[in-house]
């Protein structure tokens, strides 16, 4: 059974570069999150999708971070420029609709801007 | 509003001794509860849950937590604790705000097993 499987592990990259991070949620689940964890500021949420439509983006740091789930099996978050301060683990997690659901997550993207 | 609070950001206990990690919870609502672990480079995995069928919940790798509704408390336990315990472990709650569901997540606390 698989779980929320995320792509790349990790990602080293310049700033100013683009970044794109996958996501692929647990067949079934209808809500998936995208969350940000650094040392400092400990696990955030960025954006959160039902069915495919994005529910809350309060999260999201500026304009040059997107999300986009164009079908129930694939989400992607785009950083463009990216900067140094946007190195952190990105971590995907999908659920179930519903109360008691627990989130699932996926092992995360390690992500270095240089 | 929701919130969380761990009261403890660290704790340390010897292997073979009970573990206690501490949270209350605000709810203006019926919440459901659930404690996560987070091992190094990893994500985080469930350990338990509390959905309101019983007070006292069994989790994985022998941790159990019990719901205490007069002291908004869902503290985690466990009775011996083993070196793989070592990790970082967050309790989450969960509301239903008018048909949108929020995971507000707690600071987090980071256990050592001494051996």
């Known amino acids: 059974d698989a779980g929320v499987i995320q792509s790349p592990r990790h990602e080293v990259t310049e700033m100013g570069q683009e970044v794109t991070l996958r996501c692929k949620p647990i067949s079934g689940h209808n809500s998936l999150f995208w969350y940000r964890q650094t040392m400092m500021r400990g696990l955030e949420l960025l954006i959160y999708?039902?069915?495919?439509?994005?529910?809350?983006d309060s999260g999201m740091p500026e304009d040059r971070f997107s999300a986009k789930m164009p079908n129930a099996s694939f989400s992607t978050l785009k950083i463009q420029p990216s900067e140094p301060r946007d190195s952190a683990v990105y971590f995907c997690a999908s659920t179930s609709r519903g109360l008691n659901q627990p989130q699932h997550f996926g092992d995360g993207t390690r992500l270095s801007i240089l | 509003a929701q919130s969380v609070t761990q009261l403890d950001s660290h704790v340390s206990v010897s292997e073979g001794t009970p573990v206690l990690l501490r949270c209350n919870y605000s709810s203006s609502y019926s919440p459901s509860l659930f404690w996560y672990v987070q091992h190094p480079n990893k994500g985080l995995q469930l350990l338990l849950k509390?959905?309101?069928?019983?007070?006292l919940v069994k989790g994985i790798n022998g941790f159990e937590a019990e719901f205490k509704k007069s002291e908004t408390s869902f503290h985690l336990t466990k009775p011996s604790a083993h070196m793989s315990d070592a990790a970082e472990y967050f309790c989450v709650v969960s509301e239903d705000t008018s048909g949108t569901y929020k995971y507000i997540f707690g600071t987090g606390t980071r256990l050592k097993v001494l051996a």
């Open positions: 509390y959905t309101s069928a019983a007070t």
């Open positions: 999708f039902n069915n495919n439509v994005p529910i809350d």
